[in-house]
C-alpha cells in the first residue's frame, strides 16, 4: 500500500513561489509515475504535471511551462513542485498521485495512490 504526504502548501503573493513536497512510503517506484493536479472550488481535477520515478522525462500542462518545476529525490522518496511566477489561477488544492505506467499520465482516473491534498492560495 502507498502512502503520500503532501506538505508545503499555503499563502503567497501573485508573483510569489511556493515548493510542494509529496513524501512516499510502501511501494516500489521504479516503474512508477508520480503526477501533481490540483482542484479548484466548483472545478474538475486537473493535470499539473508528472514525471518518471526512474529517469528525468518531465510533463506539464501548458499553463504552467515555464513557470513550474517537478522533479524527485530518490533517495527522500520524495517528489516535488516547485512553483514560481504564481498567479491567482493557480489557487487550488493540490494533489501528489502515483501510477504504474506511463500510459494516460495526465487522466486522474489512471492514477491509483493519491494523497490527502494541500492548499495554495495565491492572491493578486
Known amino acids: 500500500q502507498v502512502q503520500l504526504v503532501e506538505s508545503g502548501g499555503g499563502l503567497a503573493q501573485a508573483g510569489g513561489s511556493l515548493r510542494l513536497s509529496c513524501a512516499a512510503s510502501g511501494g516500489t517506484f521504479s516503474t512508477y509515475v508520480m503526477g501533481w493536479f490540483r482542484q479548484a472550488p466548483g472545478k474538475e481535477r486537473g493535470f499539473v504535471a508528472a514525471?518518471?520515478?526512474?529517469?528525468?522525462?518531465?510533463y506539464y500542462v501548458d499553463s504552467v511551462k515555464g513557470r513550474f518545476t517537478i522533479s524527485r529525490d530518490t533517495a527522500k522518496n520524495t517528489v516535488y513542485l516547485q512553483m514560481n511566477s504564481l498567479k491567482p489561477e493557480d489557487t487550488a488544492v493540490y494533489y501528489c498521485a502515483v501510477k504504474d505506467g506511463m500510459i494516460a499520465y495526465s487522466d486522474p482516473g489512471s492514477y491509483v495512490y493519491w494523497g490527502q491534498g494541500t492548499q495554495v492560495t495565491v492572491s493578486s
Open positions: 514525471i518518471r520515478w526512474s529517469g528525468s522525462l518531465t
